[in-house]
């Protein structure tokens, strides 16, 4: 297996039929599209039905790949599941998901790394098939936050949308280059700044918890900003530098979409050319694990991601966790 290289083979998403636009969510709470489009560049995003949950998102993903990729469930070595709002602590979410897709006995195993997630299950992917210890393997990243949301958080409730994204990993071609390489890494003294406090082993569920609120997603908004501009741009910076490449040699950059403001902010000090800075936030707000997913599919749909294109994508979230990537499009 020496030299063996991993690649992207196709991608496919799924979203949740319910478009919520700003002006929905300013009927019953304390806020303006004006507000939340200037300050997040949202203008709408999906949110699953009450019978959907991560899975439901991630077997639709996960099938759109396969289809694309000419590759059925049964051929799959394994299957790694990003989410942060999966269906249950355990099983994993992987699990749950092969059943739906009829991945008979491959692996499957839930990746935590919030938002993160897709980076990160992208690099344990990309480590099993260079190893040769798989062949075939979906990294999806489902996430249905709009079940964990205080929806009456409004610094929180207009950020978060439900999608879910996969990509099909397998062995590169003599010559492909496919996966280049990450930056990985993660600061635990900002673990306190978004979390969701119950439910887990340290606050398990209990009346208090319930009526103290402590089952949804909280956040301090702009201490995760101000980290979130700093990280995005330092990870693309060391991953691009790493792999003896220039930041002009990048010719689409497909930052996490938490924010229109952290993605401009990263863009201006990496020097990188609007042009080359791939957004859909505008559309789906903050759908956490999807995202990066739901933007290479959009772009590669649009003609904005080509064959032979070297792609930058960058993720950050809880943690404080962080993730680059460098991809070149095969
Ligand atoms: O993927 C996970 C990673 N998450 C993120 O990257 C999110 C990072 N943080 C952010 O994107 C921004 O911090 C937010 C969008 C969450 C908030 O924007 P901000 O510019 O940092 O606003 P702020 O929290 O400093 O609040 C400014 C004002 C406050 O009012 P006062 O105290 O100045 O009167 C807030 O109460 O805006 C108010 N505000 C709102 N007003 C209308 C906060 N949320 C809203 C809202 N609508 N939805």
């Not at 936050?145 to 009456?152: H, R």
């Not at 997913?293 to 080509?306: F, W």
Request: glycine share 10%; charged share 20%; proline share 4%.
């Amino acid at each position: 297996m020496a030299g063996r290289r991993a690649k992207i083979h196709a991608v496919g998403t799924y979203v949740p039929e319910r478009i919520v636009t700003n002006d929905d969510l300013s009927l019953n709470l304390d806020t303006s599209d004006e507000w939340i489009s200037t300050r997040t560049g949202i203008r709408e995003r999906r949110i699953a039905s009450d019978a959907e949950a991560a899975s439901d998102l991630g077997a639709g993903a996960a099938r759109r790949a396969l289809k694309a990729a000419a590759v059925s469930p049964d051929q799959l070595d394994l299957i790694i599941t990003a989410s942060l709002s999966p269906d249950m602590l355990f099983p994993a979410t992987a699990s749950l998901i092969s059943g739906l897709i009829g991945a008979g006995a491959a692996a499957a195993f839930d990746l935590s790394a919030a938002c993160t997630g897709f980076i990160y299950a992208l690099a344990v992917g990309e480590s099993f098939i260079v190893s040769g210890r798989a062949e075939k393997v979906l990294v999806i990243g489902a996430d249905a936050v709009s079940k964990m949301i205080d929806w009456s958080d409004r610094g929180t409730a207009v950020l978060f949308g439900d999608a879910a994204g996969a990509v099909l990993l397998g062995p590169a071609a003599e010559g492909e280059e496919g996966i280049i390489g990450f930056d990985l890494g993660n600061d635990p003294a900002g673990a306190g700044e978004l979390s969701l406090p119950a439910g887990g082993s340290r606050l398990p569920a209990s009346e208090e918890t319930v009526a103290g609120g402590q089952h949804f997603l909280r956040m301090n908004g702009p201490e995760v900003f101000r980290f979130a501009t700093r990280i995005v741009a330092a990870s693309s910076r060391r991953v691009v530098e790493q792999h003896g490449l220039r930041m002009e040699d990048i010719d689409i950059f497909i930052p996490h979409q938490a924010n229109i403001r952290i993605i401009d902010a990263a863009a201006r000090k990496l020097r990188i050319a609007p042009e080359k800075v791939f957004s859909n936030i505008e559309r789906y707000g903050n759908t956490s694990c999807a995202s990066i997913p739901l933007c290479l599919d959009e772009a590669e749909r649009q003609g904005r991601l080509k064959r032979g294109d070297l792609v930058l994508m960058t993720g950050f979230g809880a943690g404080l966790s962080w993730g680059s990537c460098i991809v070149r499009w095969q």
